[in-house]
């Protein structure tokens, strides 16, 4: 990336990162992967982690008075906590790429409402908030503070197409990577896929995550998640899936996943939740699926015609090139970061 790109000036803004743990996905993509743009823009930056464990106030308040913004990634605060940082704090900006003002999973009314009051507590103190899809965008909007939305990037230096594509329909490989906090959304459309199994013999699922279960009628490749290991993996795919649940939790997801496959040029079948509506056009960069009976037609549909599956995954690449790649985002997280009180001019 050029300094023009960037439309370079000359700045030595220091920004500190907040955020929960180093080894988060969301502490990679949201942050880690900036650091060479930001450096080449002139920004000086520190990061800390605010686990329980490494988290120590006198050594943040330090930090934070010497910062020029402190830029906090989804990390919640009571209102004693985020309002001392607001104090300290020159310039404060607050980013998040997953419903943080719900509980995910079951929970109590006070547990709701606990979590609902800590979003509004560190929203209320922002000068700006960048949310990760237009679902998240709409819940900071709420908070009548300035909000940008900046999708989750992928690094499309890293992300390669895949090659040979297949030519025929003997050996699929249905796609999914993920956690196994989110295996439970791929394990709701097993009928589906012991369906699919019946009908296609040559057709396998693979599961790269931290945890697996087995299908009756369809072979299931079991991968250990592996950041060495991620871009192999998914060229190992044919198809990419993604289902989710519709809840609160799930509007907020910001499809990255899915991002994933459409990067390296996969076709892709997913739930019309959330980011996925914006992320795949039904029938572009592949199909929605919102019943048992939709997921075996649409995957099918990808299995029985290959030329279809190709020409789904060059528009996904595509999209992701000009609309999700790090190239394409990170000028706006740098303005972002120079831009006082949420003013935004177009790039």
């Known amino acids: 990336m050029s300094r023009d790109s960037f439309d370079k000036e000359a700045t030595s803004l ?7 743990r180093l080894d988060k996905a969301s502490t990679r993509y949201r942050v880690l992967q900036y650091f060479p743009a930001l450096e080449e823009a002139g920004f000086r930056h520190e990061i800390r982690a605010l686990s329980k464990a490494t988290r120590s106030w006198l050594q943040l308040i330090r930090q934070v008075r010497a910062a020029d913004v402190v830029f906090i990634q989804k ?3 009571s209102f004693l906590e985020i309002s001392l940082l607001r104090r300290l704090s020159k310039r404060l900006i607050y980013d998040f790429d997953d419903a943080v003002m719900y509980k995910d999973g079951p929970a109590s009314y006070r547990q709701h409402a606990r979590q609902r009051r800590r979003f509004a507590a560190t929203a209320a103190q922002a000068d700006l908030l960048i949310a990760g899809n237009d679902y998240l965008s709409e ?3 709420a908070c009548h503070r300035p909000t940008l939305m900046i999708p989750t990037p992928l690094d499309m230096n890293r992300y390669t197409s895949k090659t040979p594509e297949k030519s025929t329909k003997g050996d699929v490989v249905l796609g999914w990577i993920g956690s196994r906090g989110t295996l439970k959304y ?3 459309i097993a009928p589906a896929l012991e369906a699919l199994g019946e009908r296609f013999p040559g057709v396998t699922l693979k599961i790269v995550a931290d945890d697996f279960f087995d299908l009756e009628h369809l072979p299931v490749i079991k991968k250990s998640w592996s950041a ?3 871009i192999a993996d998914l060229h190992s795919f044919d198809i990419g899936l993604m289902p989710l649940t519709d809840d609160v939790w799930t509007r907020g997801k910001c499809g990255f996943k899915l991002l994933q496959c ?3 040029g996969l076709p ?3 739930s019309p939740v959330g980011a996925n509506r914006q992320i795949v056009t039904d029938g572009v960069e592949g199909f929605w699926a919102s019943s048992q009976t939709e997921w075996v037609e649409k995957i099918a549909a990808l299995i029985n015609d290959a030329d279809l599956a190709r020409a789904m995954g060059r528009r996904g690449r595509e999209k992701v090139l000009q609309t999700y790649s790090l190239q394409a985002n990170a000028p706006l997280l740098i303005q972002s970061l120079r831009q006082p009180e949420g003013r935004f001019r177009p790039l």
């Not at 220091?14 to 929960?20: D, E, G, N, S, Y």
């Open 228 to 230: 060495a290991d991620e």
């Open 14 to 20: 220091q920004v500190l990162f907040l955020v929960p």
């Open 75 to 77: 990390k919640l605060f």
């Open 268 to 270: 892709v079948v997913c």
């Open 262 to 264: 459409m990067a390296v």
């Open 139 to 141: 819940e900071a909007r």
């Open 186 to 188: 791929l394990k709701e």
